[in-house]
């Protein structure tokens, strides 16, 4: 297309969009629009609007101590997004990512939704919610409950990137939420000033201020639900507000009829609220003479702001229709004539008002009546608006501030010591990297490798990133399920260990012991027993519960249910009878696994990570893959644990998550580690380092051995690429696979090991290969490899397991450091403490 033609089109659509018909076209889309559904595993459909769960949102993160979810299946609740809710015992703040600064709508939805066996009760609930600027609700609780459910809206002017809503509950109660909107609002829907009714003076500023909707009438119509209206608003019927019932008589028109202006569009009002009117009934009056008057409660202690929707619908001509408007029995428009302001009939107009508290009235009135110097007795409203305005503490419930309803060892306190905890977690960090690297030094002189940063074994590590802001509260990201496990109390823990028997402990790991347990029901259980002193294990936890209840996977463990009583952090998961696949492999003296049962177990757990990228819109990362998270059940079937370290992947337009670095020794992927930009490929970097480890039956790293072979990634690949796997392989393998099946599984691990993300195949490629594998492995009848014990090989190297590396180190951003043994670890060499 030549230049010109293209110009000519450009110049075309930017008039037509200044012209001001884009509405034309279509409805506005806000910016920012967040629907969520708080505590639900799936998305919920309520009037006409999709809300999608809290966990799923890319650019929400909720950042609590602790928090629960629960739902119910309980048919009686209203809608079923208020079957599910998120509940804080401790002060908490969901994080909305703000990309159009202004004002924005925040709309809360609350039911105290019942939860047997749950142990909370939201009805005596106190609910406190503050934006950094504003009290939206301060203390509201469901005490004088009448089956209904609270509805709040509030329209705040966000002024920077992030939008914070806090809920701060009080006391030892809990405090919930079961829907939040976060919506745009266009500029031109609420203005900076109106009228002042006591002076009739502008009164402007009325950005700073918040501002929470009590009412939204449509006049004479019916209720207009969210659908309707491309704001998400809600317009109620006016009629139970009317002072005197007859006085007012409805009327309607054709929607479509209604002449929107340039200043005037669908976002002022939808033409359903213009369309129908109330006007002045003549049925059983006999004095034409009266206003026709609503009534509001209201707080007296509060200012309003009051906008009037006004449309001739009724004339059958201009000028036939002149009226008073009084707001509080004050005149607030005199011979308003609309005639004169749209020069015609069906034109929305509408004006702007700011009540005076000065009347000290608790109900706000507003009338329209005949104009008494023109002889017409008429009169029409097509809508209201009624909306609070924040007081001088920036408060519209209550008086108290932000600042006095946070406690003190609130937010900037808080983000001072993330701050100072993360510096010091740096140096820590750096100094143990140093140490690490000079005891190698020691060891080994000669080693200078850059292959591989770190050394060491089993040894987890959490370093704080510099890349991005959300990496401190993104292992605290909440997710949930409707069928998030069972709830058990803490005396069913207690009974189904033995009162936590000691002789019934599986290990111990980063948060906690793990006890065998019996259910009850006689089922066999594993019980983690969280250490609730330790931050870092208690979002670990918190993200593993809600991880794991919504994964169902053949080949994950699954969570049974939780407790959380008495501050207690108990998860319950299905009991694995072969322990970690790592205790099959070397160190102990299980028989050791043929060729078929290492593809089988391989396929298995690459299926469960598999299922974990692929999951729902965004895929999950395991981040900690290996032999001591791939758990064995009675028939040796594989599934893969421990998701405690698991992290959702990058949403569909990014790469990959900017995060602390967080992972084990010999498994972490050197690239993930460089460039702290995590994507599933680290995933399978740490797969490969288990199909080495499956093929070799050796240690990921073991720092014993000369230096070439402490790291099985480099040291295995060595061999491949002289394609000589063979030689370094399990001796128990010797002579009983077949060649072209390693072969495979070989090429296989050794693209899990590229260099880069990019060059890695996917899990389900990888999945498809070791198939493959097996395929060739099932299809040979004979085994033929007859030079396999005469060339030099040398004896796979067994693993004297050195009770100083199998303890984990975890470095918690707070800079608070333990040492603790890893749970799974510990089922192969169990620490005595
Ligand atoms: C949930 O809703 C979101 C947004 O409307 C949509 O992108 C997503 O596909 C939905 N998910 C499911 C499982 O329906
Ligand atoms: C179901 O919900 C209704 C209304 O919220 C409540 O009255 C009732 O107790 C609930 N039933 C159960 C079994 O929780
Ligand atoms: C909240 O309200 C209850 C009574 O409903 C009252 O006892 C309590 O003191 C209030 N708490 C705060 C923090 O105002
Ligand atoms: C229930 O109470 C709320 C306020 O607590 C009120 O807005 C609502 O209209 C009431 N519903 C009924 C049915 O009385
Ligand atoms: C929001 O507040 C800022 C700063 O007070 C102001 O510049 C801006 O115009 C306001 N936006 C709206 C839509 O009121
Ligand atoms: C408004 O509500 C009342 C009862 O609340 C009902 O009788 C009336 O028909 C409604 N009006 C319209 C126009 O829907
Ligand atoms: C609201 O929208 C629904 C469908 O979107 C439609 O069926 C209904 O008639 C609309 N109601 C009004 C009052 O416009
Ligand atoms: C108004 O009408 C409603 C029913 O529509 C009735 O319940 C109410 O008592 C009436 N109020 C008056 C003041 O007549
Ligand atoms: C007034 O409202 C009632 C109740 O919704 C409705 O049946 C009637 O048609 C309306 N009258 C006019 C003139 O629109
Ligand atoms: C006001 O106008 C409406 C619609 O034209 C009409 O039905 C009604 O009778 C008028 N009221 C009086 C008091 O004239
Ligand atoms: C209508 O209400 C206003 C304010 O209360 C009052 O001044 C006026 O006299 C009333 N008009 C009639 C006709 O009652
Ligand atoms: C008018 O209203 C303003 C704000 O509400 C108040 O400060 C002022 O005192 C009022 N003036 C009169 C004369 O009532």
Not at 99 to 119: A, D, E, N
Not at 717 to 742: E, F
Request: glycine share 6%.
């Amino acid at each position: 297309m030549n230049v010109g033609k293209w110009l000519s089109l450009v110049l075309a659509v930017i008039l037509f969009e200044f012209l001001g018909y884009r509405r034309i076209q279509a409805s506005f889309t806000p910016t920012d629009n967040y629907l969520i559904v708080c505590g639900s595993s799936q998305n919920v459909t309520f009037q006409g609007r999709t809300f999608v769960p809290d966990f799923l949102h890319s650019s929400i993160s909720l950042k609590a101590k602790r928090s629960y979810y629960v739902a119910s299946s309980n048919s009686s609740v209203p809608s079923s997004i208020f079957r599910s809710a998120r509940i804080f015992s401790s002060i908490a703040s969901y994080e909305f990512d703000i990309k159009q600064r202004g004002r924005h709508w925040i709309r809360l939805y609350f039911f105290p939704v019942v939860v047997p066996k749950s142990g909370h009760n939201l009805i005596s609930a106190p609910i406190t919610v503050v934006t950094d600027g504003f009290v939206l609700l301060n203390n509201f609780t469901f005490e004088n409950y009448n089956g209904s459910f609270l509805f709040k809206e509030f329209a705040i002017n966000v002024t920077s990137v992030t939008l914070s809503l806090t809920f701060v509950p009080w006391n030892d109660l809990v405090s919930f939420v079961n829907a939040i909107e976060v919506v745009s609002i266009p500029d031109s829907v609420l203005p900076d000033q109106a009228l002042a009714l006591n002076r009739s003076t502008p009164i402007s500023g009325l950005s700073e201020f918040g501002m929470e909707t009590v009412y939204r009438l449509n006049m004479g119509g019916p209720l207009i639900s969210a659908q309707n209206d491309t704001l998400g608003r809600t317009w109620e019927n006016d009629s139970k507000y009317l002072r005197v019932n007859g006085s007012a008589l409805n009327v309607s028109i054709d929607p479509a009829s209604i002449k929107y202006t340039a200043s005037i569009t669908e976002e002022t009002a939808p033409n359903w609220v213009y369309a129908t009117a109330e006007t002045m009934g003549d049925a059983n009056v006999s004095n034409m003479n009266f206003n026709i008057t609503w009534v509001f409660p209201v707080n007296p202690n509060f200012r309003y702001f009051v906008r009037a929707h006004f449309c001739d619908i009724s004339s059958q001509s201009l000028y036939a229709l002149v009226f008073n408007l009084y707001l509080n029995d004050d005149i607030a428009a005199a011979s308003l004539d609309l005639s004169t302001l749209t020069s015609n009939l069906n034109v929305p107009y509408y004006m702007d008002f700011i009540s005076s508290s000065s009347a000290g009235s608790d109900t706000l009135t507003v009338s329209i009546g005949p104009d008494s110097v023109t002889d017409i007795t008429n009169a029409t409203l097509s809508g209201l608006e009624i909306m609070k305005i924040s007081n001088e503490a920036g408060s519209l419930d209550g008086v108290s501030s932000v600042k006095n309803l946070l406690p003190l060892s609130s937010l900037k306190k808080n983000k001072i010591w993330i701050i100072i905890g993360s510096l010091v977690g740096a140096v820590i960090a750096l100094v143990f990297i140093g140490f690490c690297c000079c005891c190698l030094l020691m060891r080994k002189p000669k080693a200078n490798h850059q292959g591989h940063p770190l050394h060491g074994n089993s040894q987890t590590m959490t370093k704080m990133s510099m890349a991005s802001k959300k990496s401190g509260t993104a292992s605290c990201i909440s997710s949930a399920s409707s069928s998030f496990g069972q709830f058990f109390s803490l005396q069913e823990i207690l009974d189904a260990t033995n009162k936590f028997d000691e002789s019934l402990l599986l290990g111990v790991g980063g948060f906690g012991r793990v006890y065998r347990g019996m259910l009850e029901d006689g089922t066999n259980c594993a019980v983690k027993r969280g250490n609730s002193r330790s931050e870092q294990g208690l979002a670990e936890f918190m993200t593993e519960i809600e991880m794991l209840s919504k994964l169902r996977h053949r080949h994950l463990v699954s969570l049974i249910g939780y407790c959380d009583e008495r501050s207690e952090t108990i998860l319950v998961y299905e009991y694995m009878a072969n322990g970690p696949l790592r205790s099959h492999l070397y160190g102990t003296n299980f028989p050791s696994l043929t060729w078929k049962q290492r593809l089988d177990i391989c396929i298995g757990a690459a299926r469960g990570l598999h299922y974990l990228h692929t999951f729902a819109a965004r895929s999950i990362i395991h981040r900690d893959v290996k032999t001591t998270n791939i758990l064995l059940d009675e028939n040796f079937v594989a599934k893969v644990s421990d998701f405690g370290l698991s992290k959702t992947g990058p949403a569909l337009d990014q790469t990959h998550v900017s995060t602390a670095v967080k992972g084990s020794f010999g498994y972490l992927d050197p690239e993930y580690f460089r460039r702290q930009q995590l994507t599933e490929k680290s995933d399978v970097y740490s797969f490969g380092v288990v199909l080495m480890e499956v093929l070799c039956a050796r240690s990921a790293l073991n720092p014993v051995l000369p230096r070439e072979q402490v790291n099985i990634a480099e040291w295995a690949m060595s061999w491949h690429k002289k394609g000589m796997l063979n030689q370094i392989m399990d001796s128990n393998l010797v002579g009983k696979l077949n060649p072209a099946s390693l072969k495979k599984y070989g090429e296989t691990a050794e693209k899990c090991l590229a260099e880069h993300g990019t060059e890695r195949p996917s899990m389900g490629d990888v999945l498809w290969n070791l198939e493959y594998a097996l395929q060739l492995e099932e299809t040979s009848s004979v085994l033929t490899e007859p030079d396999d014990n005469s060339m030099n090989h040398i004896p796979a190297i067994r693993l004297t397991p050195l009770e100083s590396f199998d303890n984990s180190v975890t470095m918690t951003n707070g800079g608070n450091s333990g040492t603790d043994c890893n749970a799974e670890d510990s089922l192969v060499n169990p620490c005595g403490r």
